[in-house]
């Protein structure tokens, strides 16, 4: 099959940085696979696709007008001639299943997010019969999906997005005298709940029990101003914002610890790299976190938007630096089983037999 991958953008983001990971897979299994993006924005996303050998098209359309876009969208289907459209996220998968059914295109869609707007959900609810198979990209997604836009089990699948990688370089377990170092990786967006990493700080900075600390963020977004003025007001020296890395391996080996205060998610890339790495969250109880951070085994989880309940966490990290290593062996075992390469792959295998195989009725 030619398959057309139709993204909203090029933004270093969860969606955009696993498509490499997922489009090899389809490639794998002899389908040739282009890349649609809608916008480009900052493009952080872009280099790890060309990497992979995949061909990019970039809509040149603004954000906001998404007729331009559709018709963008139909004359480069039009042109190319595949056999499926595969979308992702709200925007690319209603201008997707347009042009899928302008041209008679089956359509598969992904669906990342378990917390989308009234609004957006109804939307998709309404144009759910569009999609041949809407893939959940975790365990809760999936659940959001059949309850919430009314997907029945036979147009559902379940492919999480995170693809372990057993050579990911350890970190380095903290040793007596250094400053404890956490760190975060993630889009400077309120929905990541940093304001609230600055509120627990803020908590923090006049407890004289804590050991020297430093906490990172590695990420770039349009919240930087509210940031940087919470960390003015607040007197925060031990908050740096680093801006985007895609060194990720070696940022995470670099640290002790991670923090993921985020108010939603679905299946969250920052995290699951991190317990990769072996390091130990301090995460909301948000979307796949849920399962996938085991609480007071592998990480500490906290209710999302509450500062005293992450600056509590954050402190027992803090005093107890050693627990953080065993802690993050912990992590790093369970994520490096669950997400095992041959898992993902045979996931994607699994849905793409469901797509070729003949459709009764």
Known sequence: MRIAYIINSLEGGGAAFPVPDITGVLRRAGHEVAIFALLRRDGRALPAMQAAGLPVEICPEGQRDHLAALRWLDRQIGGWHPD???????RATVIGQMVGLKRRLPVVSWQHSAGLSPANTRLLRS?????????????????????????????????????????????????????????????????????????????????????????????????????????????????????????????????????????????????????????????????????????GVSGLLVPPADPTALAEALARMFRQPQAMATMGQAARTHVLDLFAPERFDAAGEAILARITAPRRG
Not at 84 to 90: A, K, V
Not at 198 to 215: E, N, R
Not at 234 to 252: E, I, Q
């Open 84 to 90: 499926l459209i595969w979308t992702s996220l709200t």
């Open 127 to 295: 144009l759910r019969r569009l999609s041949r198979i809407w893939v959940a990209d975790s365990s809760c997604v999936l659940d959001f999906m059949r309850h919430r836009l009314r997907i029945p089990a036979n147009h559902a699948a379940l492919w999480p997005i995170f693809r372990a990688d057993p050579t990911c370089p350890p970190a380095r377990a903290w040793q007596a005298g250094e400053i404890v170092r956490i760190g975060s990786l993630g889009r400077l967006h309120p929905v990541k709940g940093y304001d609230v990493l600055c509120h627990a700080l803020a908590l923090l900075k006049d407890d004289l029990s804590l050991p020297p600390f430093q906490v990172t963020i590695a990420g770039e977004g349009d919240a930087r101003p509210q940031l940087e003025s919470l960390i003015r007001e607040h007197g925060l020296t031990t908050l740096r914002l680093a801006g985007f890395t895609s060194a990720v391996a070696d940022f995470l080996s670099s640290q002790h610890g991670y923090v993921q205060p985020s108010l939603h998610e679905g299946l969250c890339i920052g995290v699951h790299q991190a317990m990769q790495a072996g390091l130990a969250p301090v995460a909301s109880a948000v979307g796949e976190i849920r399962y996938t951070v085991q609480d």
